[in-house]
């Protein structure tokens, strides 16, 4: 895997359960400006077909499971999300797609830019010319 990066978080569990912190600076490598999360996603629904210029995202499946698809125009990769202790980290200039998305799944995504739709690239092809593979 070349575009997938995971991080791997440390449980902080006890015999009353499991308990996971994420802090700025130390697993997570950026400054998080915003957090948002997926989830009650309906049956047989595909989400994301984009890319960013410049956000970066941490994300999290911390409950049930999807499918990851991740392209930078010439490689593409996919990856079950399925643990709530690992991060994968989504680099800028990456085309993301999730698909099968299980009905308890929770996606908690850590970001690195507030929200801004100019820094979405929606197309495809747009996308190819950006990072230069068109
Ligand atoms: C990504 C994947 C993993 C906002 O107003 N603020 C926000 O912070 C976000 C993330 C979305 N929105 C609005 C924009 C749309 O009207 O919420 C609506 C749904 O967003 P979108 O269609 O972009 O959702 P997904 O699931 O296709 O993609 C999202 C993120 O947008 C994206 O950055 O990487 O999750």
Known sequence: MI???WLDF????????????????????????RVYYIYHTEKN???GFHA???LKQVAICIS??????????LVREEVIMNSPVKG?????LLWREMHDFSED????????????EADYLRDYSAF???????
Request: aromatic share 2%; hydrophobic share 40%; net charge neutral.
């Open 64 to 73: 049930g499971s999807c499918r990851m698809v991740l392209d930078n125009g």
């Open 88 to 92: 994968l980290l989504i680099d800028s």
């Open 52 to 54: 960013h210029r410049e």
């Open 10 to 33: 440390q449980i902080l569990g006890d015999e009353r359960g499991s308990l996971v912190a994420l802090e700025q600076g130390k697993i997570i490598p950026f400054e998080i400006k």
């Open 3 to 5: 575009l997938a990066k």
């Open 45 to 47: 629904v595909s989400r």
């Open 105 to 116: 799944c929770i996606l908690l995504v850590l970001a690195s830019e507030h929200y801004t």
């Open 128 to 134: 190819k010319r950006e990072v230069g593979n068109a």
